[in-house]
């Protein structure tokens, strides 16, 4: 697990990782089961309520101070936490103080429930806080107490424009007592980024440390120990070693920690070289001729929720035909099949305004997180480059791997580990099994008011969006604001488009519109918005309810279609009813959602509608279960490709280690 010991002498070392992150194999599963076990039966609500009155004792002394007497206390409790590690009475103190500064200087004093969550942070676990609990200032109670301690804090957050709000708005309290804060954005320069990452706390998104943290492996190449380091500097006759980027991987605190961690992990991050692609786009071209040709379901077929190709043998017979004109590698079986099944997923896989959106005359990746564009991020393996014919736009050049690592495989090499979510409860067992995190449920500061109103289903999509509409034109009339949810940027643009034919002007937050994310999502909560959002995961900026707005009902959400994990589901619930205040949530769901199809298709759905059109079987019941079994299904299917990948990767870096490479 994530010693202390370890964490509070990480300062001594020159580029601080666990060198044996967690193993694999039924032992070792079970002793990390064993220990996550005993770590949530330790930090146990009893321990947690204690550590809270410990530290409303202090309040006193503390509270009382000016801004000049915090600067000098925090000089007093630096010491003490280096000298006498994170013990009860020295965490209480620091926690008090840091309580105290943050009042003075953001004019902001922690809750007892934001209490509760800095304990679960400092312990190395994860905090399940409510959305609207405040995640943001949470953090600094764990960040500040490691960082006067004397170890560097990560804060890793799911996107640049959250890292830089958080890092200035709390860059007063860091201040006072005496630390430095940096934070890393995507388009900085490494001299930029080496100056952000040796401040005391650092704010950054999962990307840039993962690639960072990259580009220094090439750096070192096969000289990452502690000692080739220290002996580097003692002599200052290595270059590469200016040219690191982080401090080492001492304690990282990840927001967002299911979104980043589980959902996230299916994807290996991967830094790569551009290659001129000469005659490969001539084969690219012949790829998708040939898989133009082929006719689903008699020659391919799409499995796995729509997810992977397979050919069928007409199909493998037909590229066999059609390419023997074209010679060359064409002649390989195992080149043209896989090359002809990556051209059908460009065709079939990858749809334009769901996974991806031109802009500029380019392709440009939809993060399926967050809703947002993943600039300069490309797929692998020539897929880039085929959806690029596809779209008829210029081509870019293919890009060769020179690094890669998984997030599992990264993200356990930090000596202390911790993270905040909403909605983490449902990954608990992997993000135990897997890194050794335990989750603390932490109580809300005030009882939800969040009212929930019942499911309706429909047979048909039409139906589904005429019914939506119509609730949203009920509501607006009243006043109330409304909030609708949306699986995709096409199916917000065909929302859009239905309220405009309705007359009722709105606002819509999709990657088309990222840059104007925090002004519509902070007009949210005003009297007679509607808001039209693709994903709502990390987000971050605060739905202001009005006094207008409450006296109504509050926000109301609007969920037209289940996402493919329940915990997004319940992000979008989390918009509404924050911190006590009123709002409400309604499903609106139809048997032709993209869920229904993961077990229901063709002959066998044609036959259950028939059940329900004769009153055979309940609508609202049957697609209700429906729905539901298909979002099992798909969050079962991804938790079987993370495994997967997870066992890869271990394979792989056992490979490495034999043969004495590394990433």
């Known amino acids: 697990m994530y010693s202390e010991s370890a964490l509070l002498v990480s300062g001594l070392h020159l580029y601080p990782e666990r060198d044996n992150p967690l193993q694999e194999g039924l032992l070792a599963k079970v002793e990390v089961y064993c220990t996550v076990l005993s770590e949530k039966l330790r930090v146990n609500p009893w321990y947690l309520q204690r550590m809270v009155r410990r530290i409303n004792a202090q309040a006193d002394s503390f509270d009382k101070m000016s801004l000049a007497e915090i600067v000098q206390a925090s000089r007093e409790v630096r010491r003490e936490l280096r000298g006498g590690g994170f013990k009860p009475q020295h965490i209480a103190k620091a926690f008090a103080l840091i309580r105290a500064a943050s009042h003075l200087t953001v004019g902001m004093r922690h809750f007892e429930s934001q209490l509760i969550g800095g304990l679960v942070l400092l312990k190395g676990m994860v905090a399940e806080m409510n959305t609207g609990e405040g995640k943001t200032l949470t953090a600094t109670l764990a960040s500040c107490t490691a960082a006067l301690a004397g ?153 796995e929720h729509g997810t992977k190709v397979v050919l069928h043998k007409q199909g493998k017979a037909s590229i066999e035909r059609n390419a023997e004109p074209l010679g060359g590698l064409w002649k390989g079986i195992l080149f043209r099949e896989e090359t002809v099944s990556q051209a059908l997923s460009a065709l079939y896989l990858f749809r334009k305004d769901e996974h991806y959106l031109m802009r500029d005359g380019k392709v440009q990746i939809i993060d399926e997180h967050t809703g947002r564009v993943m600039e300069d991020r490309s797929w692998e393996r020539g897929l880039h480059q085929l959806i690029e014919l596809k779209e008829g736009c210029e081509l870019t050049n293919r890009r060769e791997p020179l690094a890669k690592i998984s997030y599992q495989r990264f993200f356990r090499r930090y000596l202390r580990l911790s993270g905040m979510s909403g909605t983490a409860q449902e990954v608990a067992g992997e993000l135990g099994s897997v890194y050794g995190l335990p989750v603390i449920r932490v109580p809300t500061h005030k009882p939800s008011r969040r009212l929930y109103f019942p499911e309706h289903v429909f047979l048909t999509e039409a139906h589904k969006w005429q019914a939506i509409i119509e609730r949203i034109a009920e509501l607006h009339r009243l006043g109330q604001p409304v909030m609708l949810g949306t699986r995709s940027v096409a199916a917000s643009e065909y929302a859009s488009q239905l309220l405009r034919a309705q007359g009722l002007f709105h606002r819509v937050l999709n990657a088309k519109q990222d840059s104007e994310e925090a002004e519509i999502v902070a ?26 707005a409450a006296a109504l009902g509050g926000l109301h959400v609007i969920l037209s279609e289940r996402y493919d994990s329940k915990r997004i589901d319940r992000q979008l619930e989390g918009r509404c009813a924050r911190l006590g205040d009123p709002g409400s949530f309604e499903s609106f769901l139809s048997l032709q959602d993209a869920l229904v199809s993961v077990n229901w298709k063709g002959a066998r759905l044609e036959v259950l509608k028939q059940l329900i059109n004769f009153r055979i079987l309940p609508l609202r019941w049957i697609g209700s279960t429906v729905i539901r079994g298909g979002q099992r299904k798909v969050e079962k299917m991804h938790a079987v490709i993370r495994k997967s990948l997870l066992v890869s990767d271990n394979k792989l870096a056992q490979n490495l280690s034999f043969s004495g490479q590394q990433e």
């Open 151 to 303: 170890v560097p804090v990560h804060i890793i957050t799911v996107n640049d424009y959250l890292a830089k709000r958080d890092a200035e708005s709390m860059a007063p309290l860091y201040a006072s007592l005496g630390l430095t804060v940096g934070v890393v954005q995507s388009d900085m320069e490494p001299q930029e980024r080496q100056v952000a990452y040796r401040c005391d706390v650092t704010y950054c998104t999962n990307k840039d440390v993962v690639f960072d943290y990259l580009r220094d492996r090439i750096v070192l190449r096969n000289k990452a120990s502690p000692i080739y380091l220290q002996m580097k500097k003692l002599y200052g006759n290595d270059v590469s070693f200016n040219e690191l980027l982080l401090h080492g991987l001492p304690f990282a605190i990840v927001d967002e920690v299911d979104s980043v961690l589980v959902d996230e992990a299916r994807t290996p991050l991967i830094i790569s070289a551009t290659v001129d692609a000469g005659e490969e786009i001539k084969i690219l071209e012949e790829a998708l001729n040939l898989a133009q040709k082929l006719e689903l379901d008699a020659d391919f077929g799409l499995i």
């Open 523 to 548: 007009m949210a909560g005003e009297i007679g918005t509607i808001t039209v959002a693709t994903s709502m995961a990390g987000r971050g900026t605060d739905i202001k309810i009005t006094a207008e």
